[in-house]
T-cell receptor, first 112, second 116 residues
Framework: QKEVEQNSGPLSVPEGAIASLNCTYS??????FFWYRQYSGKSPELIMFIYSNGDKEDGRFTAQLNKASQYVSLLIRDSQPSDSATYLC????????????FGKGTKLSVKP | EPEVTQTPSHQVTQMGQEVILRCVPI?????FYWYRQILGQKVEFLVSFYNNEISEKSEIFDDQFSVERPDGSNFTLKIRSTKLEDSAMYFCASGGPAGTPRDIQYFGAGTRLSVL
């Protein structure tokens, strides 16, 4: 059974701080990794994707991947109250049609 | 910006009734998916569809479920005889093949299914 694990939180950070979200996955053969943001009652919205070991930056967001440790993380710099949401880590299953396997999500609360 | 469109946004049905959830994927995408999310739980894969046939399905996708692409734009999920435990948010997604620049799945806004 392929699993994706996340700390459910809630993670509370003050406005302007760095929020650090972590995820581990069980399938060593996984190649594609995604972070989605989900506001309550809404659909998942893609924030970042990463395929290679190391860091990938996009604006205030940085995704980090360590395949040897089977670990993915998301850093949010200068956190804003509007960043308050649940962050879903997703790993793509094998094959070109591979479905996404989601973690339960980490709820982030950014306090003004 | 292209988006995945789902209708209806909310469907209320009686237990045992058939429901059809509809999706219009992004026009140049070839891979289509249905996921569901029971309230407070994680997003779960149901089925993937490519080249007019099911590619993969999960254990959840039993004989009560079916998918169809009846024309060049719509992608539907049918539940033949709904159960109380089918109450969930159902998301349609579309995307490109893994390992390509189109290896992204974009989600529709979802259909909230309430089975009474």
């Amino acid at each position: 059974q392929k699993e994706v694990e996340q700390n459910s939180g809630p993670l509370s950070v003050p406005e302007g701080a760095i929020a650090s979200l972590n995820c581990t996955y069980s399938d060593r053969g996984s190649q594609s990794f995604f972070w989605y943001r989900q506001y309550s009652g809404k659909s998942p919205e893609l924030i970042m994707f990463i395929y290679s070991n190391g860091d990938k930056e996009d604006g205030r967001f940085t995704a980090q991947l360590n395949k040897a440790s089977q670990y993915v993380s998301l850093l949010i710099r200068d956190s804003q109250p509007s960043d308050s949401a649940t962050y879903l880590c997703a790993v793509r299953a094998g094959g070109s049609q591979g479905n996404l396997i989601f973690g339960k999500g980490t709820k982030l609360s950014v306090k003004p | 910006e292209p988006e995945v469109t789902q209708t209806p946004s909310h469907q209320v049905t009686q237990m045992g009734q058939e429901v059809i959830l509809r999706c219009v994927p992004i026009s140049n995408h070839l891979y289509f998916y249905w996921y569901r999310q029971i309230l407070g739980q994680k997003v779960e894969f149901l089925v993937s569809f490519y080249n007019n046939e099911i590619s993969e399905k999960s254990e959840i996708f039993d004989d009560q479920f079916s998918v169809e692409r009846p024309d060049g734009s719509n992608f539907t999920l049918k539940i033949r005889s709904t159960k109380l435990e089918d109450s969930a948010m159902y998301f349609c997604a579309s995307g490109g093949p893994a390992g390509t620049p189109r290896d992204i799945q974009y989600f529709g806004a979802g259909t909230r299914l309430s089975v009474l």
